[in-house]
């Protein structure tokens, strides 16, 4: 098997010394078995496991190497707390599906913790949610009554690991890792349950109202039952798309000059920052994340750049190295959707696991195992992808005005460009020629001409020269620099010029 080149321009911190590699083979004859998950990441293994020791067989059918998506772009930081914040998710939903709802999410880095062993350098820390402004003392001691409220294990203090911070509260028993060590040991507990994995076989599906069969790779899956575990939505259900919009968040690594405290990090800036140490045997190495901003409509290299203006302000650092990027997807209500497709029998979903993603996909895997099982759940409604009400219907409309104003792109009168005047690692969209076209020098010169229209539902993408990537904003589907799809929706290259 061959090593996984990550699409990508910049590799994940995880993956510098052990890059991914191709350890299964490609579909290519008709394999049968209960459940077929598509996508091999932390919420697509996960739930294989739960399935798994429920007595089910199940296969995972990865389009790339397991963990190429989301899963290893993530910075490893276990959390509980939810980015919609306590106080909203209590309005929304009560305060007893809140305390539930909690303890979920504590319960899976209690899970998480047992699957890791001593693996995978995983550590409970403590974890700081704090304003850098005691303006905000007030809106604080409210997230910090409603945390202890709903079961957090919440202490308010006055003093904090970090000069910047002003006011505050510590939540107890949260967690980093080993992003990638962790992979792979999830990798090996679902191959040793019994399960088969398929690599290098992209899902090319019509989801119908109860599919039996899908093509994958160069051959064909088999199943009972279903489930999208790959972050975007696979399926052609609108309802869950218009919930579920993409966005780019940013990291790097610094080497402080003096030792940093074993904890993690957020405070309330939007979009908020957040750090936490590398690891347990370099205390002066921390990993530091934040400037995200929605797929193909903000500035990839200025979020970068302005995530280590954040960093040099605040610290006093050696060096900065290792930057990257990775997708994900923020639920328009704030809460992740879980469970059975709209319209579909036997097709489960996992999406909108935003920012808080390896704590919320351990709790999907449980719950999408226990819907299949016929298990008691709790949360069902609250979390089904089939909700869709007047209540968040701004907040979508919001959301999508992004995708409108990038269709507008297809009318409107284009840029001229020309090609042969692009240094290297630049790109635009315009009329090459007289002919609307995506066109990029790349990184070793070699010009690419593609149409700007994004093969899965014709946005115009745009340029990243940070990951030298094509991106759509409509809904997040991502292309190398020569048009090949690497992430989301899109299964065909762009169209040549």
Not at 128 to 146: C, I, R
Request: proline share 5%; with cysteine.
């Amino acid at each position: 098997m061959s090593n996984f080149a990550h699409t990508q321009v910049h590799t994940p911190i995880w993956l510098q010394n052990e890059p991914l590699t191709q350890r299964f083979e490609k579909l290519t004859t008709t394999h049968r078995s209960d459940v077929a998950i598509i996508g091999g990441g932390i919420t697509g293994l996960s739930t294989a496991l739960e399935l798994l020791q429920r007595g089910y067989s199940v296969t995972i059918y990865e389009a790339f190497v397991v963990g190429a998506g989301t899963t290893t772009g993530s910075t490893g930081h276990l959390d509980a707390y939810p980015e919609m914040g306590i106080e909203q998710l209590i309005r929304d939903i009560g305060i007893d599906k809140a305390r539930t709802y909690l303890s979920m999410h504590m319960n899976a880095i209690n899970v998480i913790e047992k699957r890791a062993g001593d693996r995978c350098d995983l550590r409970r820390i403590p974890a700081y949610y704090y304003s850098e402004d005691t303006v905000d003392d007030v809106f604080f001691k409210g997230e910090f009554e409603s945390s202890i409220l709903a079961g957090l294990p919440a202490t308010w203090v006055e003093t904090y690991p970090v000069k910047h911070a002003k006011t505050g509260f510590r939540i107890d028993r949260m967690g980093r890792m080993d992003m990638n060590a962790y992979l792979q040991s999830l990798i090996n507990e679902v191959i040793a349950h019994g399960g088969t994995i398929f690599e290098d076989s992209r899902v090319i599906a019509k989801m119908d109202e109860r599919p039996r069969q899908f093509k994958a790779g160069d051959g064909t899956a088999e199943f009972s039952k279903v489930v999208c575990c790959v972050h975007w939505n696979p399926t052609d259900s609108t309802m869950i798309d218009l919930q579920i919009p993409s966005y780019l968040s940013y990291a790097l690594v610094a080497e402080l000059e003096t030792p940093f405290p074993d904890v993690l990090l957020w405070d309330n800036a939007d979009p908020y920052f957040y750090v936490r140490r590398l690891n347990s045997s370099e205390e002066h190495r921390i990993v530091v994340g934040g400037c995200d901003h929605r797929t193909g409509s903000g500035n990839p290299r200025k979020a970068i750049n302005d995530l280590e203006a954040y960093v040099r302000a605040r610290f006093s650092v050696r060096s900065i190295s290792s930057p990257w990027s990775a997708e994900y997807f923020y639920p328009t209500d704030g809460l992740p959707l879980i469970g059975l497709v709209p319209k579909k029998e036997n097709v489960w979903i996992a999406t909108g696991l935003s920012g808080v993603g390896l704590t919320t996909a351990t709790v999907a895997a449980q719950l999408i195992a226990k819907q299949i099982a016929n298990e008691p759940v709790e949360l069902r409604e609250e979390l089904s992808p089939s909700r869709f009400s007047v209540k968040n219907l701004g907040t979508v409309i919001s959301e999508q005005s992004t995708a409108v104003i990038n269709y507008a792109d297809r009318v409107l009168p284009a840029k001229t460009i020309n090609a042969e005047e692009l240094m290297l690692g630049q790109g635009a969209v315009g009329k090459v020629e007289g002919v609307h076209t995506a066109v990029c020098r790349d990184l070793s010169g070699k010009l690419h001409k593609r149409s700007p229209i994004c093969t899965h539902m014709g946005g115009v993408v745009r340029w990243n020269e940070f990951e030298q990537s094509w991106d759509c904003p409509i809904h997040g589907g991502r292309f190398s620099a020569c048009g090949k799809p690497f992430y989301g929706p899109p299964s065909e290259e762009l169209d040549p010029k």
